[in-house]
């Protein structure tokens, strides 16, 4: 992979770890753990597992959209 994109992706992931840590807000967390696996997908598709990267790609963006529902429901 490309050093310049490796830095990039790392500063996502990286961005992602540190706002999941730090946000308070229920929806702001789950929306920094989102940015998290878009940091980490593409290091798991230059180690060639794509299966797994497809796997990730398809199940994050719905258990995402599950979690939102349950999070708002608890705080109504």
Do not use: C, H, N, Q
Not at 13 to 40: F, M, N, P, Q
């Amino acid at each position: 992979m490309i050093v310049a994109l490796e830095v990039a992706f790392g500063l996502v992931a990286l961005l992602g770890a540190v706002s999941t840590a730090l946000v308070r807000d229920s929806y702001g967390k789950v929306i920094s753990l989102g940015v998290l696996v878009a940091g980490i997908v593409p290091f798991i598709v230059d180690r060639g597992y794509l299966d797994v990267a497809v796997a990730v790609s398809l199940i994050a963006p719905v258990v995402t959209i599950f979690v939102l529902m349950a999070v708002r429901r608890a705080e109504a």
